[in-house]
């Protein structure tokens, strides 16, 4: 079931990070906000309208899957994924409120397509070898002996495969990378309805700032690595090569959705340098993917540490001998 932790609004503004680059809409009454994205407390790059009008959608999404995962459940699993990555991180990262984990609906565009292609391969087919061997032993008595090992023979193959590219997904943020996307995958889209504000209400959501072109672009990228992965599955014998794919997609049709994401996001000092963390949970099924980074002086002190423990254990080892 979605849950909406705050009272709905249909009163928006646009916003621009400043920073990362990402485009929000959030409520117009906020005239300040903290990014998802990347925690900085200056998105917006416009002054509000006088006339108090919210400006022009760039394009409105065409379906949006709704938050099974609970904010309190998101922060628990942001919690435990932190906790077991906490040894070597910086102390501003173990120290990090989870509390900060924000609710957003993240544009996307979904790709769909019938593929054409035609494939050359070589397949690999397994057969056993048998070898007979004899051996002498110093009495000068033989035995006879016999083992088996496993060739490989390769024939060419080539021919016409067919396939529908469904659900591939790409994000239409310039503020989340398709990466990270990708490594919160996948998202049950059984469950996509028809786009309703009412449904964003509470949360906030940001505009596609990758335009379609952009997207349709990369989606027909990840299309055609689908592609090559059905046909090596499809490929015959104990073994194959794929050699070389030409495709041609007809029917293409990409969609606009909203997907939906809590985002921890979090800055840090190293040094004079600030870096910033981000983990991303699955609104709708709760798969957790981030990179916390580890701090090169505990990592140093770690390592010292067990050199200094083995030391200690070999002089232990050399002094009970010498008493024995």
């Excluded at 002996?145 to 490989?152: G, K, N, P, S």
């Excluded at 002190?301 to 024995?324: D, E, K, Q, W």
Aim: net charge negative.
């Amino acid at each position: 079931m979605s849950t909406h932790p705050e009272a709905p609004t249909t009163d928006v503004l646009e916003v621009q990070c400043d920073d990362c680059g990402a485009t929000l809409t959030m409520p117009r009454h906020r005239f300040a906000a903290v990014c998802p994205y990347c925690a900085s407390g200056s998105v917006i790059d416009r002054p509000v309208d006088p006339n108090g009008e919210a400006s022009a959608r760039r394009e409105a999404p065409d379906f949006i899957l709704g938050f099974d995962v609970t904010r309190a459940e998101a922060e628990r699993r942001v919690a435990g994924w932190l906790g077991r990555r906490r040894l070597f991180a910086p102390g501003a990262v173990r120290n990090a409120k989870v509390t900060d984990t924000q609710g957003i609906y993240l544009p996307a565009w979904l790709y769909g397509s019938v593929a054409d292609a035609r494939y050359e391969a070589s397949i690999g087919e397994n057969y056993t070898v048998t070898e007979t061997y004899t051996t002498t032993d110093a009495k000068g008595k033989t035995t006879t002996h016999t083992r088996t090992r496993t060739e490989t023979e390769w024939r060419p193959l080539s021919g016409p495969y067919h396939s529908y590219v469904l659900d591939v997904l790409v994000t239409a943020s310039a503020g989340l990378g398709n990466d990270e996307l990708e490594s919160i995958e996948p998202f049950d889209l059984r469950a996509l309805r028809r786009y309703d504000p009412a449904v964003v209400s509470g949360f906030a959501a940001e505009e596609a700032t990758l335009d379609a072109d952009t997207g349709f672009e990369r989606a027909r990228d990840e299309a055609m690595g689908i592609l090559k992965h059905q046909v090596k599955q499809f490929l015959p014998g104990d073994s194959s090569q794929l050699k070389h794919l030409d495709a041609e997609f007809a029917e293409e049709n990409t969609d606009l959705v909203l997907l939906p994401i809590w985002v921890f996001a979090a800055r840090y000092q190293v040094g004079s340098e600030e870096r910033r963390l981000r983990i991303l949970v699955n609104g709708q099924t709760g798969e957790v993917q981030g990179e916390v980074p580890n701090s090169k002086i505990k990592i140093a002190i770690f390592t010292l540490a067990m050199v200094a423990l083995v030391a200690l254990l070999v002089l232990v080892g050399f002094a009970i001998g010498g008493m024995s």
